[in-house]
T-cell receptor
């Protein structure tokens, strides 16, 4: 597609439920990133994929958070046993392959998660 | 740990004035610095990207400078317009971190009044 697409745009769930957030990156972008943005703050890094593998998952806050990218394109961020503190906007970004890459990240519009 | 600070947190100017937004970072081992714009309830739009070897980048009314040694970047927006109202975020990538693992500031919220 023309840009990074994220679904759903809004998700309201109850504490303890399981949630999946989807990201469809720009076609041809092999690098994919998940960030989380709390109100009034800048985005915080969660995880980075190069192709199908997670190259850096150091930003995942705990083992309730997991992300996959099985075919090297679409990625899903999975949150188990959601807590109220997980409420935030989850942003996905993609960038071009490393060779010749300027490092510019292109972000989607985010998925706003509210845990009641 | 890299700390990225943006001052001021909020700024209001009349239309036509030039905007000066500041970003400072504590670790100078960066590979690039990006400025983003974020409208309410929206994602981030990349404005300018400065590689670590560059001193500045320009795009239209926007100019961003980078001084690695002092850990500072400044975004200038000339002749501001009401449509420039948004939150502006700077982000740095460290050479010691994974590619694309950016450290963001909290942003400067800009209001341009007609």
């Amino acid at each position: 597609g023309a840009g990074v697409s994220q679904t759903p745009s809004n998700k309201v769930t109850e504490k303890g439920k399981y949630v999946e957030l989807r990201c469809d990156p720009i076609s041809g972008h092999t690098a994919l990133y998940w960030y989380r943005q709390s109100l009034g703050q800048g985005p915080e890094f969660l995880i980075y994929f190069q192709g199908t593998g997670a190259a850096d998952d150091s930003g995942l806050p705990n083992d309730r958070f997991f992300a996959v990218r099985p075919e090297g394109s679409v990625s899903t961020l999975k949150i188990q046993r959601t807590e109220r503190g997980d409420s935030a906007v989850y942003l996905c970004a993609s960038s071009q392959p490393l060779a010749g890459n300027t490092g510019e990240l292109f972000f989607g519009e985010g998925s706003r998660l509210t845990v009641l | 740990k890299q700390e990225v600070t943006q001052i001021p947190a909020a700024l209001s100017v009349p239309e036509g004035e030039n905007l000066v937004l500041n970003c400072s970072f504590t670790d100078s081992a960066i590979y690039n610095l990006q400025w983003f714009r974020q409208d309410p309830g929206k994602g981030l739009t990349s404005l300018l990207l400065i590689q670590s070897s560059q001193r500045e980048q320009t795009s239209g009314r926007l100019n961003a400078s980078l001084d690695k040694s002092s850990g500072r970047s400044t975004l200038y927006i000339a002749a501001s317009q009401p449509g420039d109202s948004a939150t502006y975020l700077c982000a740095v990538g460290l050479t010691t971190d994974s590619w694309g693992k950016l450290q963001f500031g909290a942003g400067t919220q800009v209001v341009v009044t007609p």
